[in-house]
């Protein structure tokens, strides 16, 4: 075994990267390409942020025309535990900030204070497990003061980030947070500082920005 080599698994996505968990050492004799047990990881939890709300409208287009910022469209499959089964009618939650880093709501914690949802949206994946958002690239914004448990660290600027909650029937409901590579807030965040694998690239396409981001769900049985 030779725990020092790891390699990416041929499926593209980089969140829930397929690393080798051991090579097999003579499994091939005279064969200089050693066998490969691969290992899926699914995908991390962060946390859910002062920001939710319940209720928010099935859309995927989440910012019209005349919304202000860069454009984004992420696009993604949701997995099983496995990485390669692909759930279809997995329920996706997604909320941001607009591109000055303010949310719909200033109130933490207040979840159904009105009903008027801006850059926020549910929505299921096609039968292919597949789903995509339409929007714009998110603003970051300092973590608000007078949260409990977070007083150290009222005022820090966050990365800029995508919420996600996926629930489907038979895995573990899911709340994480899409983040971007390259985003020189990242390393200094408490949550996505040790969260690499939420960071994707985006890749410019005209005047639009695109990404992919899939996840792993972990088996409620
Ligand atoms: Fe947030």
Not at 2 to 11: F, K, P, Q, R, Y
Not at 91 to 113: C, K, L, R
Not at 124 to 131: F, L, P
Not at 158 to 182: C, G, N, W
Request: proline share 7%; glycine share 10%; aromatic share 10%.
């Amino acid at each position: 075994m030779n725990e020092g080599s790891l390699i990416t698994a041929d499926l593209p996505r980089r969140h829930f990267l397929c690393e080798s968990a051991a090579l097999i050492g003579g499994a091939l004799v005279g064969s200089a390409v050693p066998a490969v047990a691969q290992e899926c990881r699914i995908t991390e939890a962060d946390i859910i942020g002062p920001f939710y709300r319940v209720g928010a409208p099935f859309q995927t287009k989440l910012a019209g025309p005349d919304e202000p910022g860069e454009r984004l469209t992420i696009s993604g499959t949701v997995f099983s535990a496995d990485c390669k089964t692909a759930l279809p009618n997995a329920f996706i939650e997604v909320w941001q900030a607009n591109s000055g880093g303010v949310y719909d709501t200033s109130t933490p914690g207040n979840f159904t204070e009105t009903m008027s949802f801006h850059l926020r949206g549910v929505m299921y994946t096609d039968e292919k497990g597949q789903y995509q958002i339409d929007t714009i690239m998110p603003g970051r914004y300092p973590i608000p003061p007078g949260l409990a448990g977070l007083e150290k660290y009222a005022g820090l600027t966050r990365p800029a980030h995508i919420h996600f909650r996926v629930m489907e029937s038979v895995h573990v409901p899911l709340t994480t947070q899409l983040y971007f590579k390259d985003d020189p807030f990242l390393a200094t965040d408490p949550w996505a500082g040790h969260k690499q694998t939420l960071a994707i690239d985006l890749k410019q396409d005209g005047a639009l920005r695109r990404g992919t981001f899939d996840i792993a769900l972990a088996r409620g049985f």
